[in-house]
């Protein structure tokens, strides 16, 4: 039986595969503009012309005349079919494939094309009805108080569903999307008698819309005062919920404009640092780009995760996350702090006074001073150090102490040692940290740097796993034959090769238990 591909799992492997990644696994790449280059392998390649598109997912070779996504490179690369390339990326994803499918019917609810098309059409429905629809006035004047302009309305193609139970259903009835149709956009809903509803009445609505700028999904905020007081009391915000078409996880609002932002940034200065600030609310990106601000995105009512972290890297080379002062925002900064660290992200976190939300600080300051303290927030760690030692006598509570400076060298412990040795400026940011920690705490920088090194053994035993390891390079030592003490002095000496001598100097072979 021929290979019938499950487009469902072939889109999730692809979006969970970053081509930079996968290329620059097997060959040499350096950044060049918005993009990355390195020696082609099927030509001899006298100079770099392989050129690879992160943010288009995409790899080009002019001399070969080449071209193609991850499964065409892994096709190319490995000599395989699509099904082995697919096989190959589902596995280093950990997605599983399942069984083949039979392909769906199209224009179905299962069509994934017909849902991109029955999304576009609700968008639009619910967008010309907030433009034009006497009904629609209170969330006109809504949006007006809140400062939002009529230019960023048809920016972000804002809409509102109206009071109505079965508007979206009754205008549906014109065109070829049915109910089934609109339930798997999560657009429309049962009830318990079997009946229809519309999912977002009485909701001025912000359409989410992937990187290829196609609507997917939808989030909605209650208009205050405009539901009956028969209704039972709504969620101010709704947000759609998982569909084929939609993953939260998978998503970030706005991220198709900024990224025009992005590449316009980079046409005008191809070495300025790609950035973007993260906030919480659609109406913070909404102010923000409305000042000026275009390379701000939201996440969409869940935590920054790994898949965040993949889709960002195609698109930028750091982010600020913008938080609110209050304990829920530290304890989100504490949430997404070391996964960030531990992929190698240039995390930034800004913290704003407690009370001060990013719309009402942009609406009221302007995008410029927003820019101002966004450029002034401290790097992840700095940020741990600040929040780990505040309001602690670092002299005289040394127990306190003692766990402050424990979570910071934890945190640190999961930047990867082969990124730091292979970067200098990251290996010097970690010596300032060390020696900036060591003057903080009253420590010798030497009892800081061996402390980390036994961190880093607790958590990762073998410090440079096979995996992570070049093609030519040594094999990595067990260091699980090792007590821990004697590990940690190893590790330090690899990553501070400089304290080679004084080792000599102070420790003899004869103190190790292992030969």
Request: proline share 5%; aromatic share 6%; hydrophobic share 40%.
């Amino acid at each position: 039986m021929s290979f019938i591909p499950d487009n469902d799992a072939k889109d999730r492997v692809k979006q969970a595969t970053e081509i930079v990644q996968l290329i620059g696994s097997h060959l040499n790449l350096r950044r060049q503009g918005s993009g990355y280059v390195g020696h082609c392998p099927w030509h001899d390649d006298s100079r770099p012309s392989l050129q690879v598109n992160p943010a288009k997912q995409t790899y080009v070779c002019w001399v070969c005349d080449i071209r193609g996504d991850v499964f065409d490179f892994v096709m190319r690369y490995e000599k395989v079919n699509f099904r082995e390339a697919l096989e190959i990326l589902a596995e280093e994803a950990n997605i599983p494939l399942g069984t083949p499918k039979q392909p769906v019917a199209i224009g179905s609810a299962q069509d994934k094309q017909t849902l991109y098309r029955a999304m576009a059409w609700a968008e639009q429905e619910y967008h010309q009805f907030l433009l034009h629809a006497a009904a629609a006035e209170p969330a006109r004047e809504y949006l007006l108080n809140r400062g939002i302009s009529q230019e960023s309305i048809r920016k972000f193609r804002l809409g509102f569903a109206p009071l109505s139970w079965n508007w979206l259903s009754d205008r549906a009835e014109k065109t070829s999307f049915d109910n089934q149709i609109l339930e798997a956009c999560d657009l429309v809903a049962t009830n318990n008698r079997g009946g229809w509803y519309d999912r977002f009445r009485a909701r001025v609505l912000f359409p989410i819309r992937d990187t290829q700028d196609r609507p997917i999904g939808m989030g909605g905020r209650v208009l205050p005062g405009l539901l009956p007081k028969t209704d039972t009391s709504p969620a101010k915000y709704l947000n759609s919920r998982e569909t084929r078409l939609f993953s939260k996880s998978n998503n970030l609002y706005a991220l198709n404009l900024a990224n025009d932002a992005l590449r316009e940034i980079a046409k005008k200065d191809k070495t300025a640092p790609r950035r973007l600030t993260i906030v919480e609310g659609y109406t913070d990106v909404i102010a923000a780009h409305q000042n000026g601000l275009k390379n701000v995105v939201a996440a969409l009512g869940t935590a920054l995760n790994e898949n965040h972290i993949r889709l960002i890297k195609r698109f930028a080379d750091g982010i600020t996350l913008v938080l609110d002062g209050d304990d829920a925002g530290q304890r989100r900064a504490n949430e997404v702090l070391d996964i960030f660290v531990e992929h190698d992200v240039d995390l930034r976190i800004l913290t704003l006074p407690e009370g001060v939300d990013p719309f009402d600080f942009v609406m009221n300051s302007g995008g410029n001073a927003f820019q101002e303290i966004i450029d002034a927030a401290p790097d992840a760690i700095a940020h741990k150090v600040e929040k780990e030692t505040r309001g602690i006598d670092l002299i005289n509570d040394s127990h306190r102490a003692n766990q402050a400076l424990e979570s910071v060298l934890k945190t640190l412990a999961r930047v990867p040692v082969t990124r730091i040795s292979q970067s200098a400026a990251k290996s010097m940011r970690q010596e300032q940290i060390l020696m900036r920690l060591s003057r903080q705490f009253q420590l010798d920088t030497l009892q800081v740097k061996r402390r980390l090194a036994e961190i880093r053994v607790a958590l990762s035993p073998n410090l440079m796993p096979q995996d992570q390891l070049a093609p030519d390079a040594q094999p990595a030592l067990d260091f699980s034959r090792f007590r821990l003490t004697e590990s940690a002095l190893i590790q330090l000496l690899i990553t501070e090769p400089e304290l080679l001598d004084r080792a000599v100097e102070n420790i003899s072979p004869q103190q190790f238990v292992e030969g």
